[in-house]
């Protein structure tokens, strides 16, 4: 017997505002084709004045909460995954707990940019083997928005905002692939290429800074780690490609998605794919796609989905688990 984080509730939050790719035609020099040809985006959801990352993380994690029929007072913790927490300190997931209702357990922030769902469900997972908690809300939640630069094409066209939430609660499995919840884990970090991908701003600055981007670069170590990291995983699961019934990949760019599968032998068809409509949420695209694929009636009870994200750091890694 072991003990299992299984996936019991999950939901999501976006933004009523959509802005379709033509709407940047009017103030910068790109336009649809570019946007959609070169990484599959299509539309994005903005903020409106006033809504948070926390606001945002709140209404998904009530989302997951409805979902498994359960209530604030019955989680031990909450692990937000973002790197646009609404100010420095406290912790988004600690405004999150406030205002849930929340009054016990604890909360706090995981930030490894679009990499963060995975690396906070990997916490979430080690509490929960461990019996640190049984409960676990873990959610990926952003407001990128506030931190583009509106001036610079190659950046502001690819990123929205959103929130989605999953909880995992400790249950008894058999120790095999068979069993439900968090089968395995893999996580990596690079900091010599942290020049690629960062904010320009800070506690050092003074400022909350804009987001700055070596797309091409980026996108060139994309590919090989996101299949490597996804490959080390389903072989600690002690699973194979053929068994995977979903791959949830960050969504950053479908061509980098396309990539990835092909280089997992994986079909397209097996792929759950948002990206067009929500663009590239970071942390919150995989728990996104997770609710989304599942009210579309992908994802179901017993498949076995592999995630994968990369970003800023570079951070990386990956995540199997029996839905
Ligand atoms: O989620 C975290 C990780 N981030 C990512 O995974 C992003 C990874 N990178 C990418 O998705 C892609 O690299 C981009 C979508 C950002 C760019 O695609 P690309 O095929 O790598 O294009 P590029 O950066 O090499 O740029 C090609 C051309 C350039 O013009 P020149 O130098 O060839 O004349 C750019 O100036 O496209 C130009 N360009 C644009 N043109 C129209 C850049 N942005 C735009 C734009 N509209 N919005």
């Avoid at 640190?132 to 809300?137: C, E, F, P, W």
């Avoid at 990128?144 to 499995?173: H, K, N, P």
Wanted: glycine share 10%; proline share 2%.
């Amino acid at each position: 017997m072991s003990l299992r984080a299984v996936v019991i509730g999950c939901g999501h939050y976006l933004p009523d505002r959509v802005v379709e790719n033509a709407e940047f035609e009017k103030t910068l020099d790109t336009n649809d084709e570019w946007i959609r040809s070169r990484s599959g985006i299509e539309r994005r959801h903005f903020a409106a004045e006033g809504e948070t990352t926390s606001s945002m993380a709140t209404a998904a994690a009530e989302a997951a909460l409805q979902d498994a029929g359960l209530g604030p007072d019955d989680v031990d913790a909450i692990i937000l995954a973002t790197s646009t927490a609404d100010f420095t300190f406290p912790s988004a997931a600690t405004m999150v707990q406030d205002r849930l209702g929340m009054t016990k357990g604890f909360a706090f922030d995981v930030q490894a940019v679009c990499a963060g769902f995975v690396f906070a469900l990997s916490n979430a997972n080690a509490m929960i083997v461990s019996g640190q908690a049984k409960r676990v809300l873990v959610i990926g939640a952003e407001t990128f928005s506030r931190i583009m630069d509106w001036t610079d094409r190659s950046t502001c066209v690819l990123f929205g905002d959103g929130a989605g939430a999953v909880l995992l609660e400790a249950q008894e499995g058999t120790g095999t692939s068979e069993d439900r919840g968090i089968l395995a884990v893999d996580l990596n970090s690079d900091g010599r290429y942290r020049d690629l991908l960062y904010v320009d701003g800070g506690v050092s600055t003074g400022t909350t800074g804009q987001l700055r981007m070596e797309g091409n670069q980026v996108f060139r170590h994309a590919v090989g780690k996101l299949a490597a990291t996804a490959t080390t995983a389903m072989e600690r699961a002690g699973v194979t490609p053929d068994q995977i019934d979903w791959v949830v990949p960050h969504q950053a760019n479908i061509r980098i998605i396309q990539g990835t599968a092909k280089k997992l032998d994986l079909p397209m068809e097996r792929v759950v794919v948002t990206v067009q409509d929500h663009g590239n949420t970071s942390a919150a695209s995989i728990p996104l796609a997770l609710s989304v694929g599942r009210d579309r009636g992908q994802i179901k009870q017993g498949d076995l989905l592999v995630t994968e994200a990369i970003g800023g750091g570079l951070a990386w890694g990956a995540v199997v688990l029996r839905w």
